[in-house]
């Protein structure tokens, strides 16, 4: 048994150094394993179209100072698309002709947006003059009346009565405002600055538009931004702030929300100016919706190819992104066998009994695009669906492999169906059933199946559910962006997983659960 145990000891000696090493003479920092936040932002378009010429616009998230737009990809069957540019927007149009029926298009990408707070220094003040790029946010439009009488006069009240004197306090007082004295509404229709002034009520438009009149009545050019907050799920609501010109920064703002000289780390800039974020012909019936996941992932912005030495992990992953290999899909096969390593421990340690080998680490990789409650209900749907079709098969007498040839035909038009019927109804989690490992869902129904015949059906259900604990560890555990992190920075890791394994080889004691089941012997 020492014989087994000296080589795990000295491959954990190893792995321990690689890391050691890495941390001390490889420019590896603990730091730089913080966790990025990303956003995978899908806009889904439906519209029934009538043969006639007919246009969907829209506007799609520009990269910048504040977000970084990255893996984008627009899809549809027979609409045109085309991109414009105007300034830093980017107009997006959907156009059709002689195309009858409904049609869909579909755009995503992935985002990360970087939160800033900005300092506005006191003390300075308005400046009598501007560049000419600024005119344009110093003047009145139709929405944003900053010449009216009643707006500018309420301004100067507003500066009057708080004292404000220079550009941060007089930016203050009016933002406070806006804030506290114009009441949020869900009235959805656009109100400009004149009449929320009057209403002393509206919705994230109409209390930027009034905040943005009041500061360009005073002479502080600002203008309205667009876009979304981020959250998961499905939404169709979109949300407008502002930015205020301020030493030679656009600072932005959000009365409605109280976000001063703040830019949140959910909010994803789709405009700027007061743009109307869809516009269509009006022959065609449209509806849209977005659909928003969050994740942490490890920060692949470090992979720098400066950087490069032995000890300095980045330099290796730079090798496969330069090559165009997805660097998740070799996150998850690094974490693959420390998922088995848990399977390990839950089958020879613990005593849990579960479909497969490596089953649960496969089903636990599969459920990171579904989510674990999605893939835990989809997973028992298709063994209970699978086991009456084996059911069905038994009384043909089939030989196994034809068999399974047929079960994998199931497997695989049950993901399929799934996969339709959830994109099409706007909940992309389960669309992504289409991931799990096809060939493994097959020969688990067929284990299903025989451990319902040979041992009935309840010793088949707690194997299932015994399987889906397991699942649902390593889920937690390869979901978990720390334990992602070390795995990516100190691959060695896997070291230790060879070492844990061995000297787990020769496990000769009593599993927890065997206790449970032999405690009347334990007792005597």
Request: neutral net charge.
């Amino acid at each position: 048994m020492n014989r087994i145990y000296v080589p795990a000891a000295l491959l954990l000696l190893a792995a321990s150094a690689l890391m050691i090493a890495r941390l001390s003479f490889g420019g590896v920092r603990i730091d730089s394993m913080r966790p990025v936040i990303k956003y995978y932002v899908t806009l889904q378009m439906e519209a029934s179209l009538h043969g006639e010429s007919a246009n969907i616009k829209t506007y799609l998230p520009p990269s910048g100072e504040r977000q970084t737009v990255e893996k984008e990809n627009v899809e549809s069957s027979h609409l045109a698309y085309s991109l414009a540019r105007s300034g830093p927007n980017r107009r997006a149009v959907w156009s059709a002709r002689g195309v009858t029926g409904h049609e869909l298009a579909t755009y995503n990408a992935t985002v990360a947006i970087h939160a800033k707070r900005y300092e506005i220094p006191d003390g300075i003040a308005i400046p009598k003059s501007y560049p000419p790029s600024l005119t344009p946010y110093l003047q009145p439009t139709e929405t944003i009346q900053s010449d009216s009488e009643e707006i500018i006069s309420k301004a100067r009240e507003i500066v009057e009565t708080s004292g404000a004197e220079d550009l941060a306090s007089v930016i203050r007082a009016l933002y406070v405002f806006v804030r506290d004295d114009v009441d949020g509404s869900d009235y959805e229709n656009t109100l400009d600055a004149l009449t929320t002034l009057k209403w002393r009520e509206a919705f994230c438009g109409g209390k930027s538009r009034l905040l943005v009149a009041m500061l360009r009545s005073v002479g502080i050019p600002a203008r309205m931004i667009g876009g979304l907050i981020l959250t998961s799920g499905s939404k169709r609501v979109s949300h407008a702030w502002l930015e205020a010109w301020v030493n030679g920064v656009w600072v932005p703002m959000d009365a409605l929300n109280d976000h001063f000289a703040e830019h949140p780390a959910n909010y994803l800039i789709l405009y700027y100016g007061d743009q109307v974020l869809f516009s269509r012909t009006a022959n065609i019936n449209f509806q849209y919706h977005f659909n928003i996941r969050r994740w942490r992932t490890p920060p692949d912005e470090n992979l720098d190819p400066a950087t490069a030495s032995f000890l300095n992990p980045y330099a290796f992953w730079h090798a496969f992104d330069r090559a165009h290999i997805s660097l998740n899909l070799l996150r998850i096969v690094l974490l693959l066998p420390v998922g088995v390593l848990v399977v390990v421990l839950f089958r020879n340690v613990i005593g849990l009994t579960m479909f497969g080998t490596f089953h649960p680490a496969l089903m636990a990789a599969a459920f990171r695009e579904t989510g674990f409650l999605w893939g835990a209900g989809l997973y028992c749907a298709l063994l209970l669906l699978g086991l009456a079709l084996r059911r069905a098969l038994d009384h043909v007498e089939l030989l196994h492999t034809p068999r399974l040839s047929i079960l994998l035909v199931f497997v695989v038009g049950f993901m399929l169906a799934v996969t339709y019927l959830s994109a099409t109804a706007g909940a992309f989690e389960p669309a992504h059933m289409s991931l799990f490992p096809i060939a493994i869902l097959a020969i688990t129904v067929e284990s299903f199946f025989r451990t319902t015949s040979e041992h009935g059906p309840a010793q088949a259900l707690l194997v299932m559910l015994q399987t889906l604990v397991v699942v649902g560890v390593v889920f937690m555990l390869i979901e978990s962006y720390r334990v992602q992190a070390v795995v990516f920075v100190f691959p060695e890791v896997i070291i230790g997983v060879v070492a844990a394994s061995l000297a787990l080889g020769r496990w000769t004691g009593m599993r927890l659960t065997e206790y449970g089941r032999f405690r009347w012997l334990l007792v005597d």
